[in-house]
């Protein structure tokens, strides 16, 4: 299996652009993650999803965030305007089901990570 | 909700020695407790977890412990190599969802 993949590995872009991160988690899991990670804050869990459906957007910084599973293999994380202070690494992650519980099975799947880099 | 604490930020030791990084965690219904592995531009990488209804495992130089009174887990590294180096994140679960991170320790072993 390729693992997850992200996409674009690397963004720099002008404040006030719109930026749009993707991913495509592993065939067959059930969960996605959105992480940002930053050095003052670490890894802050934004969004995930369970069977394509937003289950916790609780930690989204606020309304220039906005992320969408449209099927099971991909995913988006968009921030409209973007600002400086989103400047992080957004990592996505995936990971299987126990089917008795339809929980989580613990194991997070990450991918590489986009850097992203507001000016 | 759950908040990881994660000690010491940095940490250097010798090669062939010993590493211990330590967590605390608030939340008693954590019940799953991963460590990940995350070595430069990659993405964490689970190398070992414990669940609450165990004190301790292990997997080969590596070893978790884990007390649920006190609310504090440990990774435990033996006989360090410089490809441990890298930073270690710790985590927490308060349901098979939701992971908690730790803020991270990075660890270089030097040859």
């Known amino acids: 299996d390729a693992g997850v993949i992200q996409s674009p590995r690397h963004e720099v872009t002008e404040m006030g652009q719109e930026v749009t991160l993707r991913c495509k988690p592993i065939s067959g899991h059930d969960y996605l993650f959105w992480y940002r990670q930053t050095m003052m804050r670490g890894l802050e869990l934004l969004i995930y999803f369970n069977n394509n459906v937003p289950i916790d957007d609780s930690g989204m910084p606020e309304d220039r965030f906005s992320a969408k599973m449209p099927n099971a293999s991909f995913s988006t994380l968009k921030i409209q305007p973007s600002e400086p202070r989103d400047s992080a690494v957004y990592f996505c992650?995936?990971?299987?089901?126990?089917?008795?519980?339809?929980?989580?099975?613990?194991?997070?799947?990450f991918g590489e990570g986009s850097r992203l880099t507001v000016l | 909700g759950e908040n990881v604490e994660q000690h010491p930020s940095t940490l250097s030791v010798q090669e062939g020695d010993s590493a211990v990084i330590k967590c605390t965690y608030s939340?008693?219904?954590?019940?799953?407790f991963p460590w990940y592995k995350q070595e430069l531009g990659k993405g964490p990488q689970l190398i070992i977890d414990?669940?609450?209804?165990?004190g301790e495992k292990k997997d080969q130089r590596i070893a978790v412990t884990l007390n649920k009174t006190a609310k504090h887990f440990s990774l435990h590294i033996t006989e360090t190599q410089p490809e441990d180096s890298a930073v270690y994140f710790c985590?927490?679960?308060?349901?098979?969802?939701?992971?908690?991170f730790g803020t991270g320790t990075s660890l270089t072993v030097i040859p």
């Open positions: 414990i669940r609450s209804n165990v």
């Open positions: 939340d008693s219904a954590s019940n799953y």
């Open positions: 992650a995936s990971s299987l089901v126990y089917r008795r519980t339809g929980q989580s099975t613990g194991e997070l799947f």
């Open positions: 985590a927490a679960a308060p349901t098979g969802n939701q992971f908690y």
